[in-house]
């Protein structure tokens, strides 16, 4: 080659190789450009490593086939002709590698060839050149020729010898530019890409498949006490990772657990990994080789980025520095998506919140509005009180309208969970093709109508309570899930895959014997023990009939005032009248009764005729059903009708025939006792 010629070649393969942007690209074009001029078959590239005084091949050429006689992608250099060409500073070549001292002689892929030609040359940076004034080789160039000896002659080897000082600069550029640009692309698209933790890794795979190649991706995330330390696929390209399989192996002998201990990297070459007890199903997978970054989300350990090949050998140092680095830049777009994840769920939180305490608005609040003076309120006050600031789980039972629900209220509001929401599940309300999805939620597309995620009202109680009136109308199959709830606090959406934890506090209510609804079996009994942790139950009205007076003036202000009427006072007669009746609804149809008396009434005053419907619309009054509660009831009509006056000519006792002494010992066995007075 003459000197002209030289410099007009040496000037076109540095233009070439000023277009390539990646090294990929800086390889491809090194090959097109040299192999013809040089008249050989292959030109490999491989980047060095001083550190590690090691070769790492770039070419594809040189990648393939896995070769067990490279142990590692990191081919030691000690010995070979590129350390010497390292070495020397400058191209050294042979006529027949095969019969050469080199290393490289006794290399499986090049031994096979005999009678090779090969010139190697460094790509290096004079020390003139640099800053510290030592000479640095970034990579050595390979000419070979297999099967054709004493190709190459001095003039070559000058040539490529002067080749590697020039293109060392512009290797330098695509090495910086080609990390600087995967890194920039990785950040863009992770921070401007409309991402979920899902599809994160998709979204980086083109970019990264550019640079690295590989075929499989996997996002991991650590799980920490108490179901770990273990791990959890977050999400997982190019391989079916069977999660459940590799819970076969002890956590502290897999490579996750290296990870979280050390915080470093781990290359996995196909050949050292065999310390880790999960190689095994990987190589079943199909996957020989592996690079795991550790990601670390705001300071502490979150999971690991792992990128696999099928080939043995297939990363490189650098490829893992690389990675590292996307691993440092995908840690801040998790802890980025998790932060507005978390803002999204709780906005969603609020949002559904919101709807409920709206509707809850105006709804008493604490054992001030339980009204009642009877020993047998006052017994659930005190029960109330009792479990309030635990975190126990209540069954309230009672017939209807005897204030369960009233009751559910003032517990969470006496609890310590007061300032957290209040879930209101009507079980008996919602058609039963609903409840499992409005207790658990669903995910886009889990059934026709889910056309976007929506929050289970378990999700939205995270950190409150969940009120579950009517729950003995759950269906049977809803029953199992209900309990797991209640045991490991964890579910799944319907249609979703991922387990979701919450922290709830569980009150309940039924107006169903359940006794009698397991014997017919339409309740699960383990799930009847789960509920029934503190059973509360509510006296009837026929139980307190001695609140009736005070209920009923409670009322008749309450709706007084709604509907602006100047109703004040009830008539004793009237009164009697509401204490006589046995009030089948409870409460509740005391209330309806007195509102409907209320809107009738033209004085200040209710009388026995206003009391129109009273038991109207209900089922005939079925009266006492025991002799006691037909004595109680009767005891307390007649002190009703004197006034609670017991002795004397109009006293009670002589009304009831007793003698006082009897008729006090009377009522104190079934527990009547005076309320209060009051302004009627
Ligand atoms: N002790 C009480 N003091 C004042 N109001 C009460 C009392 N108990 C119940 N009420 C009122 O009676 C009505 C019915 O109460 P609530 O809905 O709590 O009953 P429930 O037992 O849950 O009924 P159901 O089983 O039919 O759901 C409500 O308007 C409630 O405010």
Known sequence: MGTSTDRRDRFRILSALLQAKTLRQFDERLQQELAPLLGCEIIGLYLYSESTAAFSPVSESLRTPASPAYPIDQLPAAGTIKEAAVLAGQAIFTHDLSASPWAEAQAIDLRSCQATSVLVSPIRIPAESRPCATAKTLAVMVAISPGRPGLFSEEDRVFLDMLGLHIAPVLTAVLAAEERDTLVAINSQVVLGTMTLDNLLSSIQPILREVIPHDTTGLVRFIGAPHGPWFEIVSCEGVAVDQEALRQ??????????????????????????????????????????????????????????????????????????????????????????????????????????????????????????????????????????????????????????????????????????????????????????????????????????????????????????????????PIDLQMKLLRVLEAQEFNRVGGSHTIRVDVR???????????????????????????????????????????????????????????????????????????????????????????????????????????????????????????????????????????????????????????????????????????????
């Open 249 to 474: 192996f002890p956590f502290e002998r897999m490579a996750p657990a290296e990870i979280l201990a050390t915080g470093k990297p781990l290359l996995l070459t196909g050949y050292n990994q065999e310390r880790f007890a999960e190689h095994t199903y990987f190589e079943s997978l199909g996957v020989f080789s592996a690079m795991l970054c550790p990601l670390l989300v705001r300071g502490t350990p979150y999971g690991f980025l792992a990128i696999g090949s099928r080939r043995r050998n297939a990363f490189s140092e650098r490829d893992l520095a690389l990675a590292e680095q996307i691993g440092f830049h995908l840690s801040h777009a998790i802890a980025n998506l998790s932060a507005y994840d978390q803002i999204r769920q709780l906005k969603d939180q609020l949002e559904q919140e919101n709807v409920y305490l709206r509707e809850e608005m105006g709804a008493s609040l604490d054992l001030k509005s339980l009204i009642g003076n009877s020993a047998a309120l006052q017994k659930s006050l005190k029960a109330i009180e009792q479990v309030a600031p635990t975190d126990s789980t209540v069954l309230i039972t009672g017939e209807t309208g005897t204030g369960k629900e009233l009751v559910a209220q003032a517990i969470y509001r006496l609890s310590p969970r007061q300032h957290k929401a209040l879930i209101t599940v009507n079980c008996a309300a919602l058609p039963p093709t609903l409840i499992e999805s409005e207790l658990f939620g669903h995910e886009r597309g889990a059934f026709t109508n889910a056309t976007s995620r929506k929050l289970g009202r378990f999700e939205l109680a995270h950190g409150g309570t969940i009120f579950l009136d009517e729950v003995g109308e759950l």
């Open 506 to 680: 569980v009150l309940a209510a039924t107006n169903v014997d359940l006794d009698q609804a397991i014997k017919r079996g339409s309740f699960r009994a383990d799930l009847f023990y789960r509920l029934n942790v503190f059973p509360l139950r509510l006296p009837t009205l026929r139980e307190r009939r001695e609140d009736i007076p005070l209920l009923a003036r409670h009322f008749v202000k309450k709706y007084g005032l709604r509907h602006r009427k100047p109703v004040t006072r009830i008539h004793g007669a009237a009164l009697n009248a509401l204490s006589a009746y046995d009030w089948p609804g409870n409460v509740r149809e005391l209330e309806h009764v007195i509102e409907r008396a209320v809107i009738v009434s033209q004085g200040s005053t209710i009388t026995v005729n206003e009391l129109d419907g009273l038991g109207r619309g209900q089922d005939p009054s079925p009266g006492p059903r025991t002799l006691a509660e037909a004595e109680r009831a009767h005891i307390v009509e007649t002190l009703s009708r004197t006034n609670w006056i017991l002795a004397g000519k109009q006293g009670a006792a002589e009304k009831l025939g007793l003698k006082r002494s009897t008729l006090q010992h009377r009522m104190k066995k079934l527990d009547i006792s005076r309320p209060p007075r009051q302004a009627s």
